[in-house]
T-cell receptor
Framework: SQTIHQWPATLVQPVGSPLSLECTVE??????LYWYRQAAGRGLQLLFY??????ISSEVPQNLSASRPQDRQFILSSKKLLLSDSGFYLC????????????FGDGTRLSIL | AQSVTQPDIHITVSEGASLELRCNYS??????LFWYVQSPGQGLQLLLK??????LVQGIKGFEAEFKRSQSSFNLRKPSVHWSDAAEYFC?????????????FGAGTQVVVTP
């Protein structure tokens, strides 16, 4: 069966510090991968998605970037965090056919001080 | 472009009572529709999905949803709620017309269950 791992679960970072959140998927190959942000009391905002290694699409211009160095690894990064980067970050995967449901990790709670 | 509307931000229901969560979509073709549930501090869990065929879809945890093309709706129902159903529920439609694999999520409905 397929599993998705996301870490860390919780992170507290000072403003201006770098960020690296990692997500890995097991049990499937060539998945679509997604990064979402969920601000308090709000819905899901798609940040990045990837349909293959090295292929990243950005949905919202911002302070963050994403990379996919391996087939089942998806990394969310920032060089300098802003207060507005606080939120709950979710990684998800789906089969590549486009009409399959997305499956989510347990999320990372990011607090910027 | 497709869109999803969940008209109810917050619903309070008594334990044992029935629950219906509304979802309306805008989509240029036959949509793929999904309902997810999110417990506090957790990721989203897929409850059910609709691709085609029978318009009444059964899901996990006793939930069902009905696709009504004429009303552009995909409402989620449960006959008798349990305290553990308190969570946030998201409706989603896909794929995006401009990119395979992208979904549009609704803003969510927070469900509170009272004793």
């Amino acid at each position: 069966s397929q599993t998705i791992h996301q870490w860390p679960a919780t992170l507290v970072q000072p403003v201006g510090s770098p960020l690296s959140l990692e997500c890995t998927v097991e049990g499937t190959s060539n998945p679509n991968l997604y990064w979402y942000r969920q601000a308090a009391g709000r819905g899901l905002q798609l940040l990045f998605y990837s349909v293959g290694i090295g292929q990243i699409s950005s949905e919202v211009p911002q302070n963050l970037s994403a990379s996919r160095p391996q087939d089942r690894q998806f990394i969310l990064s920032s060089k300098k965090l802003l207060l507005s980067d606080s939120g709950f970050y979710l990684c998800a995967w789906s089969y590549g056919s486009g009409n399959q449901p997305q499956h989510f990790g347990d999320g990372t709670r990011l607090s910027i001080l | 472009a497709q869109s999803v509307t969940q008209p109810d931000i917050h619903i309070t229901v008594s334990e044992g009572a029935s629950l219906e969560l509304r979802c309306n979509y805008s989509y240029g073709a036959t949509p793929y529709l999904f309902w997810y549930v999110q417990s506090p501090g957790q990721g989203l869990q897929l409850l059910l999905k609709y691709f085609s065929g029978d318009t009444l879809v059964q899901g996990i945890k006793g939930f069902e949803a009905e696709f009504k093309r004429s009303q552009s709706s995909f409402n989620l129902r449960k006959p008798s709620v349990h305290w553990s159903d308190a969570a946030e529920y998201f409706c989603a439609v896909g794929p995006s017309t401009d990119s395979w694999g992208k979904f549009q999520f609704g803003a969510g409905t927070q469900v509170v269950v009272t004793p």
